[in-house]
């Protein structure tokens, strides 16, 4: 399956400022890139639909002025947590999405912190 | 809206007992099923997955899984245990309709003691 990378794994920031993630296809062209966000203990939730070349898509309930998603590239989508809070504190997740195969690959996550 | 369902929250086995999760979900037309697990300090891998045909489906690692559409159910399943399967196991559903986008099950988080 495609190989998976975000960057940082790691992040700290205090409240009020951006945070950008970036979500990188290491051996795959992805036209389709999703972003999650995981809370500790619970399961996945889809926070939106990363289109290369065009606007994401949004799932219910998901501020798209306030977690900006750019997919510039068929290797690159960015996250960025505007303005963050520390309700924003949570481990987020991107993954690619193998049409062919049909099938998603995950990506190792992001733990945000938000003091 | 559909839902995945995992039964178990957390089970906790001794190496070599078997080994079933239970996955349900609730849409009623075409669904496409997968397994994945997130081992601790890892990204998800896919164990499995259900597009059609035999519905007893084997994946890595010596799990397997069968699907059974009259009971919405999507369990996993494995003999014998090893204390390296250790992890979340989250199942999820994708309709066919609706692009790459899954739904994932809330997860059961897996203890093998050895």
């Known amino acids: 399956g495609a190989v998976v990378s975000q960057h940082p794994s790691r992040v700290i920031c205090k409240s009020g400022t951006s945070v950008k993630i970036e979500c990188r296809s290491l051996?795959?062209?992805?036209?389709?890139m999703f972003w999650y966000r995981q809370f500790p203990k619970q399961s996945l939730m889809l926070m939106a639909t990363s289109n290369e070349g065009s606007k994401a898509t949004y799932e219910q309930g998901v501020e798209k002025d306030k977690f900006l998603i750019n997919h510039a590239s068929l290797t690159l989508s960015t996250l960025t947590v505007t303005s963050a809070h520390p309700e924003d504190s949570s481990f987020y997740i991107c993954?690619?999405?193998?049409?062919?195969?049909?099938?998603?690959?995950f990506g190792p996550g992001t733990r945000l912190t938000v003091l | 809206a559909q839902s995945v369902s995992q039964h178990n929250h957390h089970v906790i086995l001794s190496e070599a007992a078997s080994l079933e999760l239970g996955c349900n979900y609730s849409?009623?037309?075409?669904?496409?099923l997968f397994w994945y697990v997130q081992y601790p300090g890892q990204h998800l891998q896919l164990l499995l997955k259900y597009f059609s045909g035999d519905p007893l489906v084997k994946g890595i690692k010596g799990f397997e899984a069968e699907f059974i559409k009259s009971k919405f159910s999507f369990n996993l399943r494995k003999p014998s245990v090893q204390w390296s399967d250790t992890a979340e196991y989250f199942c999820?559903?994708?309709?066919?309709?609706?692009?790459?986008?899954?739904?994932f099950g809330q997860g059961t988080e897996l203890s093998v003691k050895p």
């Open positions: 849409y009623g037309g075409t669904v496409n």
């Open positions: 051996d795959f062209q992805a036209t389709t």
């Open positions: 993954s690619v999405w193998d049409r062919d195969a049909d099938t998603q690959y």
């Open positions: 999820a559903v994708k309709r066919p309709t609706q692009g790459g986008k899954l739904i």
